[in-house]
């Protein structure tokens, strides 16, 4: 028939056109009165060609039949029962697992090597009538609020030209719902400014006359990005010393923390994280003013020691988003000049004093002891004296 002619024409021109974009493998087709059953042919040196039914099987099939989206082999059909191809015999002898992604994956004698005619084509008869679409979104994973989401929903590029059928993006629990007419093999939606109205998940379905069938699902988790803060440290009388690995604040002085970012959010507040030595995990809130919150500390003491972080946070209707952590500020505590005096110099003081105050007692009584000593000696000089008169006069 003239039309069906046109039709074979056409079919001819834009599947040569398109199979070139073809990213991966061979391409393959089925030449038949469905899109999803018919004669096997192949893309193969610039030509669609056929395949040779030795040693054709269900296996054979099934990888034909997952490969276009056409769902499971029902039947492999040999001796061209689906009509006599033209143009060359590709393939010959091909042996599928039948778990092969592509029909070229699947051993075979060599493309163009055969020993078959035309009345051997094979074909196949897949489960369902329409193929598959394909789904797939820009950007993949969580999407900024605002931003814009892109999603493509695709069929075999030879399906829809015999088809030009029609595409429509649904959001499963959800009010969007877009149709396209595309003359190529694939339909672009955008979806702009994403709010959390159009947060869930969004499903392809490809339709022909009175047949839809229906793609797996892609999620858009809307959700807020917010700019990391950043976190300072200063202390307003002067207790402050910047060392290599933090910042040294000298005990009993105040010191301030600021954390500030460039987010425009109402209601938004700064977190400061502190991790003590025990890993304890404090934290003061705040609201932002001006882009910023201050923290302050009016007397350092050591259990200030430790790291200081800050975050951004705020809630919205869909929940509470909170931005990454500022890079940390490593706080040391150290002595005051004033305590080291109090802690170190005092006693040191007073045990000198009562060191000093022991040899001089020490001294003195040794003093007193040896006077007291010369005064006996000196009375018993005495008596011996008087004892020596004595016996003079004794002797006279
Ligand atoms: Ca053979
Ligand atoms: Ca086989």
Redesign the pocket.
């Known amino acids: 028939m003239w039309t069906q002619e046109i039709k074979f024409f056409y079919l001819t021109i834009v599947s040569c056109l398109s199979a070139s974009s073809a990213a991966e493998g061979v391409p393959v087709r089925l030449s038949g009165s469905t899109l999803c059953s018919g004669r096997v042919e192949i893309f193969y040196n610039n030509t669609w060609g056929t395949v040779c039914d030795?040693?054709?099987?269900i296996?054979?099939a099934e990888v034909v039949c997952r490969e276009l989206g056409c769902g499971t082999a029902q039947s492999?059909a040999v001796s061209a029962s689906f009509g006599e191809g033209n143009g060359s015999i590709s393939l010959d002898?091909?042996?599928?697992s039948g778990s092969e992604r592509s029909l070229t994956e699947?051993q075979h004698r060599g493309f163009g090597t055969h020993d078959c005619t035309h009345s051997q084509d094979p074909g196949v008869v897949c489960s369902v009538i329409l193929p598959k679409p394909r789904i797939s979104m820009i950007p993949a994973g969580k999407v900024d609020r605002r931003s814009d989401v892109s999603i493509t929903c695709s069929i075999s590029p030879q399906s829809q030209q015999l088809l030009q059928g029609e595409f429509t993006l649904k959001q499963i629990s959800g009010s969007f719902s877009q149709k396209k007419l595309s003359t190529t093999n694939s339909a672009t939606f955008k979806i702009l400014q994403v709010d959390f109205d159009k947060d869930g998940l969004y499903q392809c379905e490809y339709s022909h006359d009175s047949s839809i069938s229906t793609s797996d699902s892609v999620n858009v988790s809307v959700t807020v990005f917010l700019q990391q803060p950043s976190i300072s440290v200063t202390s307003p009388d002067g207790g402050l010393v910047r060392v290599p690995d933090g910042s040294e604040i000298i005990s009993g002085y105040s010191f301030v923390f600021t954390c500030t970012n460039n987010e425009h959010y109402p209601g938004g507040v700064f977190n400061l994280i502190f991790y003590g030595s025990n890993m304890k995990h404090t934290k003061h809130t705040k609201p932002s003013v001006n882009n910023s919150a201050s923290f302050s500390f009016p007397v350092a003491d050591f259990g200030h020691d430790g790291r200081y972080s800050c975050v951004y946070e705020i809630t919205l209707s869909a929940g509470t988003f909170t931005s990454p952590e500022a890079s940390s500020i490593h706080i040391i505590i150290i002595y005051s000049i004033m305590s080291v005096l109090r802690c170190v110099f005092l006693p040191l003081i007073l045990l000198l004093e009562n060191i000093a105050l022991h040899y001089y007692y020490k001294v003195i009584k040794k003093q007193k002891s040896d006077k007291k000593e010369n005064d006996e000696t000196d009375v018993s000089r005495d008596e011996e004296v008087e004892a020596e008169e004595e016996a003079v006069q004794e002797i006279e």
């Open positions: 030795d040693n054709w099987d296996n054979d492999a002898d091909v042996d599928c699947c």
